[in-house]
């Protein structure tokens, strides 16, 4: 095509970092959509370019194949499909925030693997429980002191996702829920799980879209550090 | 008009005997989209074919007042929008299921108000908790033994309807679930709630229509009784 | 990944006696986002902890494969997607539930089977009649007799499920509706069956999720067993 | 405003006399967002273009009484939102459709009422049987004679709608079914009812839209019209 | 599965003979859903039985294959996932309604040949002009006349199904309208042109649902032999 | 409240001179949600910028009322909601656009109203065209040549929208469709007409949103200026 | 009703006062769907349960009135329905969070006020930008310091929401995003902008549900609070 | 099959020129729902008809390989499912219009694609912008001179499509927006972008369908005609 494809050789692969200094958040290749080769092309670009880390979400085996072929040093996250390079040193105890991750199933660790990978490979060092569903309140119980500690939770649900409004309930801190496509019918892909948490009557709920674990680290991460810069760091 | 309105003669106001013999059911009047003097009409005929009991419900304040004006001794219960006609005797307390109605929040009590009163209606002898939502999970933790030790728990919530699978967890009995319209945006009206407790994973649910407090009552009752026949009474 | 995964090791596959001893119910491996191996990790774990009956369901091959070559005893249900282990013994004629579950077309076969499979799984003895359409009402008014006599009657249909208000019309007993996925356009994947089913004027409908057989066994055992509670069991 | 609205000077009340010439259709006057002004203007210019019959439909008490002041020969039948001036004259036995309307609660009776009415001011003689609801099926079985005698039966039917099909399983003849906004929380204001209708496995149903009782008459009447055309009419 | 399947052994591939002479309609096999096996044998039980004709639809070449395999003298339309047999034979032009069946697109060629096949099974003589698309209004102009001498026309279109209303205007005779899941985005699989088909102001419309082609040949023939009933058929 | 509303002593009135120097468009107050007092304040913070043509729109009488009180010079249009300050002088008719808004029935005059109105205040002279259903073709028919000769020709159509593609198919200048909430049930408040016009396969048709006439003046408008822009003016 | 209405008596009107030291949130009584004297008693009873502060949300005029006229010190803010007492004292400027409160449109004033006066009678002391849309991009621009500045941006937007992710680009805190019902049509009653702003590609966003100002005040300081409690407090 | 398929021979194949001298536009062949031998025989008839040019879209790679097979002077697009036969000479700089065709990510090259690809095949020069996603605001603002001299924009977005109404909000020019099906969960496959597209505030914005590259370059084309046949063209 003769078009004037100015894009393709410039701001595509070109790493935005205005944006990453702006905002502090990683570059992400999101693969869907995208064949292995140019996913590679532009995680070739963004190392180049200085960018860290680098992460590749939403990736079929043939994608993080693509890619780890040509970066041995690679972390490949198949059961997520995930791959990060140049992750970020893991923070200390102290200054790592306290990201609690809990899911309502044995099906939503894939979206909880997903946004615990993100945050790790920003320097932070999550918690992940998982199978904490309300069928057995027992469970959600069990962990609550783990839960009361946390800086922020980080509830991965599908079905009714009643897990959110429960363990909101249960903590002062900012909870981030992330409906995830497990259940089927009048569980709508995910719709349903996403509506009623936005729909339930406790406060402090942070929602974002279905399955996005990706997105769920990046605001938790926004919310530990707005504690940093207000505080002055930890000098 | 001449079309031969054969129906509105006959069938519309004649009870319909059989059916009541058959599911031991009562008959209801529904009154939205009638006019007042149609759903006077319609108790009347109900009454004089010796039906018992008779229920209005879904009715406007004018509705009622027409009927209670024709029959004094009409039960009116104005928050619920119902009426009640020729209730059977209450039952004894061997006889009366132990039917648990059970709301997140004070909004809901409407709701958990027609299911009440059409129990009663019918003998039973309903008992309502009001106000048990989960995000404060110790309010659930506190009736747990009164719903432990109910032969079905009726659950009325709105919003994103959490208390549904957690109380379905907490119990071995039947749940009917009441979604209600309570809520806005992200609720739609109610079927937010209505395709939660479709997609909760806790079993023994049972759901019924959005805000139909009247058909939980005659589905608990149904299983109430389903008991009795299959155990053959209790002589 | 050195995230903390601490729910993995335990809770994921730890069998959770309290909530089966509470509520009767078996625990269920709901396959679908996992993987066979994952599947067979919870199956063995459910075992192990003398949990009694195990059900796998919504299996590909795949899964079933995997757990039947490790639990050679295992019966399998191909059509349905289901494995069953360690099933609890038949109740005698007085003791089982009347349960009967009729379905519209034979297309409705898989989660009916689904259904009847769970309950003999428990130690029911479930009764199901295919293909009872109301295109064909005389099938319906032939089956009436076996019908009424139920304590118990799932209706599984998809389309427009007609044949769910048409039996509550028909019966005294509780009527759990299956809506199932079986149609194809304005069918909506089974909502409009779901919704249908939710609108009917016939009262005595519990509505569970699209194809959810399972769900459906369980609420109806739920059912059964409220009638032993209350009446004190069987001597 | 200045714009030159060059239709309303002329198409707007000019009698589409081809159409109406071209497919025995009356002129109808949809009031909804017309003026009680605009209503009578549009009446007047159809009347005076020699057009007949001329109906008024989705009226507002106001509309009504604009127009029935004007010409005092209208019927009008507010109950259901119309009114009918130079109506045709009624068909002798032979000649007039068989068309039997029936409903499936006294909710429905207004659009069969809209329906009723159109056709009768068309000169056929239509039969109206109300309150056949499948939730006691004997009253549809005791009208069965009526409809399988009928060229054409219009079910109107809103909640669940399964009316429709069950008719169109015991009759030859084509069915025409209106859904209707009876109803709430699912039934979603007739959408699940005319999805039902539409997904229903007996085959001969046609949809119109919901509460579209003047289509049904006009679809109906088509219908029989056709057969009269194909068999050159009754010499 | 000890389950008693009485349902299995009977009526599932028992010729529902009864309605067939009630409504003169063939027996449909519907392919999806059940297996090629399960589809030959309800086709052997309807052929024993003496129905005719015998449909299979929706099937896939699977299905086809092993029908067509055991009965040699089968009529397959692959590309409309159809096969026939036992057809009746085709009626005297006097006879044969004039069904015209028309469609906006050449992707709309699927639907509508099941809706030909279908009528021509039934030995009625359809007329298939395809590609009249409304983007072209001469292609409608032009096909003016046949479309105005059928007894009945079946419109056959996706997207936003304009043809319907345009058509429905040309003609004094019934239209059914088969919204077709031609079409992407907006279109959302057929539910737009379905709603359109709906909505439209132009009288004597009668919907059926997406794709079927099936549905609309039924209620095509349904209108003609209504015609012949009503005038006492042809001697 | 003591919160610091600073943006409400400041931009909320101020006029944004820049983006209407930028993209030639008026300020357009957008009543619907603003007291009558804001409205006010809106308007003359506007005027007093210097800002011509100022707008109102969906207003209600009150809101109208109290602005026409303030400048008894405004052009209201009540039955449009709108109301005109300091419109531009009318263009000569070399340079007014010949812009033509056709409706589908009288029910869309209200939005096509709207759109005229605006292009008027603008300085285009539109031109309006009337009830010009598909039901009636040969009113399309009739108006073709004036269609044609149009530099844009804005649709305005409720329930299925047909005229949208029908006369998109006629000429060869872009065509603004404005679906409208026309109609009822399956047109879904505009929804379906909306969806209807973005299916059709007509190319050429720019979709704007329901009922949103002041958007289709605006893009006419757009689209009009830039053949000047791009040939350089008329001089 | 002889019902016992347990809970009406107790944990109703009883405040939660374990949930409150546990969030560290406020009681909040909802009044939609209570009438006045419901409200009142239940303000009443937080107020003698020693809780603070106790705001009143969703208020008609009437609920408004009943309350103030009991309470005389009541903060009344009726142009956003709401009622404040016993607020807590503001705190000083180190310790209260920075929250900008940013709203595209002045429509949207109404849901950024039921957030910022939230945040104030809770200390905190929120500043408000109004009408700050994208559609004047240089407005964004204007304020880019102050939001850049911000701990906590709550972003309050209707119609398509684009100002989201467009602030969510330029800070590095995290965003709070409040889609409202401000729009019509498509805008679909502020769902479109609720999914727009779950789709953003921009990482950071926390969306609540429609109009929920209120829920966005509460996680805003959640946020805040996290970071406190995270460093150990001030001193 | 015996049915007259008329319009087989005819229609279906024989190029439209009517429409495409009535329009200007292309004649297009939807390989969507067609055999790869259908699209070949569509793409003869109509090159032997005389049309120019000719493209096939939405195809697979077995359309694209059996008409390249046949005509190897065709130009193959495959990544945006493509070809173009017998494409106009490209207009020369002053005649071409100043298209620029702007995308928010990487991930809407495809339907940029097939928008710019077509363009070409008329004659057009359009300019790609590929990645201008508002997440990095600076993006949008180092294009924003290139933008503003446009005669037509066209913006490509998925997501929440935020670009649409910030690019409208710069130029003068009216803004051709196609929401892409880029995104997942509550971007529900496209229509999230499409409703907010319609929903924005910003005027002058065009919307086409999901991922309808073709039908924004043609009405893009009928925009840049308009203003050559309101002057006259370029003599």
Redesign the interface.
Same mark, same amino acid.
């Given at each position: 095509?003769?078009?004037?494809?100015?894009? &393709?050789d410039g701001?595509?692969v070109r790493a935005?970092v205005?944006?990453g200094a702006?905002?502090? #958040?990683p570059e992400v290749v999101?693969a869907?959509?995208?064949t292995p080769a140019?996913t590679l092309t532009?995680v070739r670009a963004l190392l180049e370019g200085g960018v860290a880390p680098v992460l590749v979400t939403r990736a079929e085996a043939e994608h993080l194949a693509v890619v780890a072929d040509a970066y041995p040093q690679a972390a490949v996250?198949a059961e997520a499909g995930m791959l990060v390079l140049a992750p970020l040193a893991p923070l200390d105890d102290r200054l790592a925030?306290?990201v609690v991750?809990v899911?309502?199933?044995?099906?939503d660790?894939?979206v909880a693997?997903e946004c615990?990978?993100t945050? #790790?490979a920003l320097g932070e060092?999550?918690?992940? /429980?998982? *199978?904490?569903?309300?069928?057995?309140?027992?469970?959600?119980l069990d962990v609550r002191d783990t839960l009361?500690a946390a800086?922020?939770v980080v509830v991965v649900a599908g079905? #009714?996702?009643?897990l959110? %409004?429960?363990v909101?309930? &249960?903590?002062?801190? %900012?909870v981030?829920a992330v409906?995830t496509?497990?259940?089927?019918?009048?569980?709508? *892909?995910?719709?349903?799980? &996403?509506?009623?948490?936005?729909?339930?009557?406790?406060?402090?709920?942070?929602?974002?879209?279905? *399955?996005?674990g990706?997105?769920a680290a /990046?605001?938790a991460r926004?919310?530990?550090?707005?504690?940093?810069?207000?505080?002055g760091g930890w000098e």
């Amino acid at each position: 095509m003769s078009a004037d494809l100015r894009g &393709l050789d410039g701001p595509t692969v070109r790493a935005d970092v205005a944006r990453g200094a702006r905002t502090g #958040e990683p570059e992400v290749v999101y693969a869907a959509g995208k064949t292995p080769a140019q996913t590679l092309t532009a995680v070739r670009a963004l190392l180049e370019g200085g960018v860290a880390p680098v992460l590749v979400t939403r990736a079929e085996a043939e994608h993080l194949a693509v890619v780890a072929d040509a970066y041995p040093q690679a972390a490949v996250h198949a059961e997520a499909g995930m791959l990060v390079l140049a992750p970020l040193a893991p923070l200390d105890d102290r200054l790592a925030g306290r990201v609690v991750v809990v899911t309502a199933g044995t099906s939503d660790l894939t979206v909880a693997t997903e946004c615990a990978v993100t945050l #790790e490979a920003l320097g932070e060092r999550p918690t992940v /429980l998982a *199978d904490v569903g309300v069928a057995g309140l027992h469970r959600v119980l069990d962990v609550r002191d783990t839960l009361a500690a946390a800086d922020v939770v980080v509830v991965v649900a599908g079905m #009714e996702a009643a897990l959110g %409004p429960v363990v909101a309930g &249960l903590v002062a801190a %900012p909870v981030v829920a992330v409906p995830t496509s497990v259940g089927y019918g009048a569980a709508q *892909d995910g719709m349903t799980a &996403l509506h009623g948490l936005l729909s339930a009557c406790t406060p402090g709920i942070a929602v974002v879209n279905v *399955d996005n674990g990706l997105g769920a680290a /990046l605001l938790a991460r926004r919310i530990v550090r707005a504690g940093d810069r207000r505080h002055g760091g930890w000098e």
